[in-house]
């Protein structure tokens, strides 16, 4: 199964000052952030009611996505007059100077604050309620004939938006980016108004959604004749080290009262050298139509985009009109080949490719939602030097920023778009919009991103409740796969399946690629009974654990009625996937699961055992806010507890309440944990994913003052093929992997301070090593920034991890000290988290605990020059680190 290639829009649109064509074009087209000096208020004015709620202003928003419907006429006529004009929010005469100011991207909700009553699911925090943002926006004279479109790439949920008092239009899902026209309501020469509402309903979401304009929001400004809302299509249909054929569709716009006569040329570029130009061609439009060009032209020694050298070429598309350049268009994209057999999985430019992927939500951990470019570029930087070559957003169409992000680090991307269909899964999620907007949202989302390389696979929904449905499934499956295949015939569909049946009853041919969630068992069956149909692990482990946490069984008491009968050996451990658990976490030893889930072991044992699955995208890169499995809810069981006043406080609440509280508001899923630190399982994953790299990792840390004596096992992941283990210089045996195996493991090792130390060999030759060292009392903070110099535009950041540590500098595991962190000079403390999943902490206070040794301060720079951030903890040394802003 082959695939046309094809490449990625990148919204890199003319801005005014762009070098161009010609200095007609300089001002043809601009493309204008507005995320600065917006007003923000929560609530409604009383004259709202429900008045503004969905299913009453629903004739009112629909007409807004005509443009992605086949058959618009089936839409409502938007109703005569205007809406909401009662309400004083929408009016431009209204005072907003005592709402909050604030930039975009904006999350609201991660602000909190936490409250223990909330569902841990969706991260105790309150993301559901009615908020309105305004903006003041001077619009010059000049745009006086031309066209004003507000894009806003995410706005969390069912945004509905006026300008100058005149309502404009909306889109209710969260995840989708969409565009409004604000010409008919514009008023250049004057200060215009626009007032944005958002209302997310309670129970949208299994996860934290977040909340309000979460991305970023655009003014585009263009001539009447002009390139179309995502207009350009490049796909190159034939790939090979010497000649590929790049193909280049254009949709230009007439928007003006005459018709007009336009000329469109493409020409390609590499590293901003011209490469080729295609075939100019005229278009006769008629005023209010559109129309499009074709064109294909052969490039010499194309330089591919793959996973380790993503090259990237523009194409610059201008129209002209009367021989004067009107407008001008540029389209990043990449010129590769994809492919899927059901025999090898997946092939990069016709080689084979191992899928090594994972899942992420779309937070950005104590940022929240509100996109952010320098965060999500660390997320991405730390699960590449994990190994992974690819990404799927789960469970939603991502910020398109993500998607550059990938096409210049050559990650795939499995681009998602729904977590349900017609049956939901909580009381007001998506079901509630499938039928009047699931088209709309499918066909913006695969024209904006249908010309990024790195999307490589349209996944059209996780885990459907409709897959058992042997009509209903593959039903709803073929009719979402019709709408991707009539937007980008280029590309496979997908889904993520975990239900079995959905493998055999329809629902697998009515995909491209089968997705199958966590049904390793299912791998050499579906080759069996579906030979012609390629299968993907599209959501695999699910492994859970938290950083530096390790937690050991009692040996049970001898029984004296068996004395000399032969017993079972006890290891202080369990191996039982459904152990692991104590005081609200889980066991970093990488042996627990949930019921439905697995080790990575058993993950990596069943891609080798059956080499047609294309590979895997593990749950997940990182720890996100929200579905805290195991402790997603109160419960009325008492949890295990290392500490003895833990246990007794636990005991006295469940007598005096019936219950135990949860705390957790966060997943124990991640590889990563939400501050960014690396758990264990991200160097056992390394280890499998990057053999040809030297390394060696142990665990656990090795200050255990009350277990001497007593048995701790030492587990190593490491990319070599054996190991030899040594505490206090003393060997404690060499071992080597199995056949599937994939960690290495000292069982019986007993507990004695000082230091562990492993040296790894692969082919019999010494590979790479590693050394844990008891450490002794907290004496001192140190403070790392993971870049320290940043750019001065409140957008940038840098990440500063502080660590408790002794005497000798080693860190101190299971510290938990209070930090306080300060800033003097051009710069500001963004955000605060240390990774554990059950503080209710303000990610907002300059204040954390430290957890196990480490936390994490987030900084921008207000402007340039040198920022000093400083870390406190009473008994410390303090430690400080000095930024510059530029």
Known sequence: MKYPSCTPLLFSLLITGITSLSSAAETARERISINADWRFQKDDPAQVADSLDYPKIRAWVLPSSAAFVKDPAALPARPAGNLATDVPYTQPAFDDGAWRKLDLPHDWAIEGPFKQEYSGNTGKLKYWGPVWYRKHLPLPASDSGRRIYLDIDGAMSHATVWCNGQFVGGWPYGYTSFRLDLTPYAKPGAENVLAIRLDTPDEFSRWYPGGGIYRNVWLVKTNAVHVGQWGTTITTPQVSADTA????????????????????????????????????????????????????????????????????????????????VVDRYETAFGIRSIAFTPE???????????????????????????????????????????????????????????????????????????????????GSDYSTLFDDWHEQDLRAEYRRDRNHPSVFMWSIGNELRELDDAQAGPALAASLTAIAHEEDPTRPTTLGSNRPAANNNGVQKAVDVMGINYGISGYPKF????????????ETSSCISS??????????????????????????????????????????????????????????????????????????????????????????????????????????????????????????????????FKKDRFYLYQAHWRPDLPMAHLLPHWTWPERVGQGVPVFLYT????????????????????????????????????????????????????????????????????????????????????????????????????????????????????????????????????????????????????????????????????????
Request: with cysteine.
């Open 547 to 676: 950083r530096g946490e390790y937690f050991f069984r009692t040996p049970p008491a001898p029984d004296a009625d068996k004395q000399g009968a032969k017993t079972k050996p006890f290891t202080v451990i369990s191996n039982n996937k459904a152990d692991g658990k104590s005081d609200f976490q889980i066991s970093s030893y990488d042996l627990y699961a949930p019921s439905w889930a697995m080790t990575p072991d058993v993950e990596f044992s069943a891609l080798e055992k059956n080499p047609h699955v294309a590979g895997e995208f593990v749950w997940t890169g990182f720890d996100y806010l929200g579905e805290p499995t195991p402790y997603n809810k109160d419960t009325t069981n008492l949890f295990n507890f290392t500490d003895a006043a833990s246990k007794a406080k636990m005991e006295k609440e469940m007598k005096e309440l019936g219950k135990v509280a949860v705390p957790s508001r966060s997943s124990y899923f991640g590889i990563v944990d939400l501050a960014g």
């Open 245 to 324: 054929t790049v193909a280049v569709k254009v949709i230009v716009a007439n928007q003006g009262a005459s018709p007009a006569t336009a000329k469109v040329k493409t020409q390609l570029l590499f590293a901003g050298k011209p490469m080729a130009k295609l075939p100019a061609q005229t278009l006769d439009l008629p005023a209010g139509a559109s129309a499009g060009t074709a064109a294909t032209v052969a490039i010499a020694k194309p330089q591919l985009w793959d996973t380790t050298t993503p090259n990237l070429y523009t194409a610059v598309t201008t129209v002209e009109v009367g021989g004067k």
């Open 719 to 886: 990319s070599g093929d054996e190991a030899e283990l040594f505490l206090n210089g003393q060997s404690l045996g060499r071992k080597k992997k199995g056949p599937y195996e994939y960690r290495l493991r000292w069982d019986d090792v007993i507990y004695a301070p000082g230091e562990i130390k492993a040296v790894a060999y692969k082919n019999g030759k010494e590979w790479a090593t590693d050394v844990v060292k008891t450490a002794g009392p907290a004496t001192a903070l140190t403070l790392n920034a993971d870049r320290s110099l940043i750019t001065a535009d409140r957008q940038d950041l840098s990440f500063i991890t502080a660590t408790i540590r002794d005497q000798a500098g080693t860190m101190v595991p299971r510290s938990k000290n209070l930090v306080t962190f300060t800033v003097s000079g051009p710069g500001e403390l963004v955000a605060t988290d240390n990774g554990d999943a059950t503080s209710h902490a303000s990610f907002q206070s300059p204040k954390v605990k430290a957890y196990n040794g480490l936390a994490l301060a987030i900084i921008r720079a207000t402007g340039p020059g040198k920022i000093t951030v400083t870390a406190k903890s009473e008994g410390l040394t303090e430690a400080t680190v000095v930024l510059t802003g530029r």
């Open 527 to 538: 080759r069996i009974d579906n030979p012609t149909i390629p299968v993907i692990g599209s």
């Open 344 to 426: 090898t999985g997946f092939l990069l430019n016709g080689k084979p490719l191992k899928v090594k992927g994972v899942c992420n939500h779309h937070d950005l951990g104590a940022l929240g939602a509100a996109w952010n470019t320098r965060a999500a570029r660390r997320q991405l930087e730390i699960m590449h030097e994990m190994g992974i070559n690819a990404l799927r957003t789960s469970h939603n169409m991502p910020a398109p920023e993500l998607l550059d992000l990938c096409d210049e680090m050559g990650i795939l991307v499995m681009d998602e778009s729904f977590d349900c269909w017609k049956l939901g899964k909580t």
